[in-house]
């Protein structure tokens, strides 16, 4: 009996390295399944529709990035809970976590489904989307809000997973959906003909699937453990899940922020430059996976030593991080110096423009030299996020979007559409120097 439950509970017996190894590999791995949604619909329209069709569903990229970051936030912020009822074994408060996280979160998803459904046309003339693929942008953004809840619901079941030590299980559903995805894409629009629509459709359904029977599995994933069956709405433990999940969800989409804040910048430079920023981001969100799930495994990892009481482990496991952080950005540099044009085209194809071309393939040669940076960043807030300080965290990854957004729009009318990913790495190095100063000071062990 004692052998199961160490083994439940590897985050908190197990060395650092192995700890963190074995956590953090398979939510990469789910991570990078999870990007192949969007990366699939922009693949496959853009080789099959075309470039215009890329950039109609990149125009929509920042902004449904923003709601898949509330996505994984909140559910992140809810996990911490979760970890650090499991980790002093206190079932009964875990379920009324579970219980109380997935109520609040299909309402709010409801809520953001229905005004995002009604605004989208106001929302594609704000971002400054082109004449010639706005009507399409809002096709494909209005599809997918209609399957908002179903985002919402998959990653706070996974979050609930990867809290309990997990990580394999959602890993496999993202395995599932995404080859689900990809053969609904690739029917929709190289079969029926459906360009846009159906590759909104196509991911629609397979998110659906997904949460369905992810909320299956976690049932009898619950059922499991001691304590009876919890099905409530416990408002002590909502106000302190928003309380975590509010910084988390800041933390988790500042990028999509500020991507979506200054997507008018880079609209208004035309749909060809348009295509190739989209393709770019869609390289760099699947770079930055390790850093991000980094990141989410130092919350867990502090969050369950903290409730056993081990605090100790929390400072070796974030040096740990550190030298995972600089393993990963040194093979994702390499790859992307040496092939960004051919990264390039995975999305745009031999039809694609030479201005397309030429700006994802600028915007990659710049980033692969930073994502050890964010690798940093994601490291240090994790830490403060699992142990609740939270204060510390919220105000560096503000100064990082104050510092994206403001810049971007000052410098793009003088240097170009270049500026917007100049301006990047320092907003992530801000960010990460703001957190690490909070580390250092030790606020975070007070929480303990």
């Not at 609040?104 to 009604?118: D, P, R």
């Not at 496999?172 to 629509?197: K, Q, R």
């Not at 106000?239 to 509010?246: F, G, T, Y």
């Amino acid at each position: 009996m004692l052998e199961k439950m160490a083994d439940k509970e590897y985050l908190i017996h197990q060395s650092p390295w192995k700890a963190l190894l074995i956590f953090s590999i398979p939510m990469m791995l789910g991570n990078l399944f999870q990007q192949l949604y969007t990366m699939t619909d922009s693949v496959i329209v853009g080789r099959f529709v075309g470039e215009d069709a890329l950039a109609a569903v990149g125009a929509s990229y920042s902004l449904t990035s923003v709601f898949i970051s509330v996505a994984i936030g909140g559910g992140v912020g809810s996990s911490v809970l979760v970890s650090r009822a499991f980790g002093s074994r206190k079932y009964d408060d875990l379920k009324r976590t579970v219980s109380t996280s997935l109520i609040s979160f299909l309402v709010l998803s409801l809520i953001l489904a229905f005004s995002g459904y009604v605004f989208s046309p106001s929302i594609m003339d704000a971002l400054n989307t082109p004449d010639n693929i706005h009507a399409d942008a809002v096709m494909y953004l209005r599809i997918y809000f209609l399957g908002l809840p179903f985002l919402f619901m998959y990653n706070i079941l996974s979050s609930v997973f990867n809290a309990l030590g997990k990580s394999k299980i959602p890993l496999y559903f993202l395995i599932f959906s995404s080859l689900l995805n990809v053969a609904l894409d690739l029917f929709m629009v190289a079969v029926l003909d459906e360009g846009i629509a159906g590759a909104a459709w196509a991911t629609l359904i397979a998110q659906g699937v997904s949460a369905c029977f992810s909320f299956l599995v976690l049932l009898k994933t619950l059922s499991r453990l001691e304590g009876k069956s919890v099905i409530c709405f416990d408002g002590t433990i909502f106000r302190s899940m928003i309380r975590l999940a509010i910084p988390s969800i800041l933390q988790q989409s500042t990028v999509s922020i500020g991507m979506m804040l200054v997507q008018s910048v880079v609209n208004s430079f035309g749909s060809q430059v348009l295509a190739g920023y989209s393709a770019g981001m869609r390289i760099e969100n699947i770079a930055t996976v390790p850093m991000v799930s980094i990141g989410n495994a130092m919350s867990s990892y502090t969050a369950q030593n903290i409730g056993a009481m081990k605090h100790e482990r929390v400072a070796e496991g974030y040096h740990v991080s550190y030298l995972m952080v600089i393993f990963f950005a040194l093979v994702i540099g390499v790859i992307i110096e040496l092939f960004p044009v051919s990264l390039i085209g995975m999305f745009i194809g031999s039809e694609g423009t030479a201005l397309a071309y030429e700006t994802g393939a600028d915007y990659l040669r710049f980033m692969g030299w930073f994502f050890a940076i964010i690798g940093f960043k994601m490291a240090t807030d994790g830490v403060l996020r699992g142990s609740g300080d939270v204060k510390v965290f919220t105000a560096a990854n503000l100064v990082n979007l104050t510092t994206r957004v403001l810049f971007s729009f000052i410098l793009a009318p003088v240097i170009g559409v270049a500026a917007v990913w100049y301006i990047v790495p320092v907003g992530w190095f801000l960010n990460w120097l703001i957190s690490f100063i909070g580390y250092r000071r030790g606020i975070w062990k007070r929480n303990i």
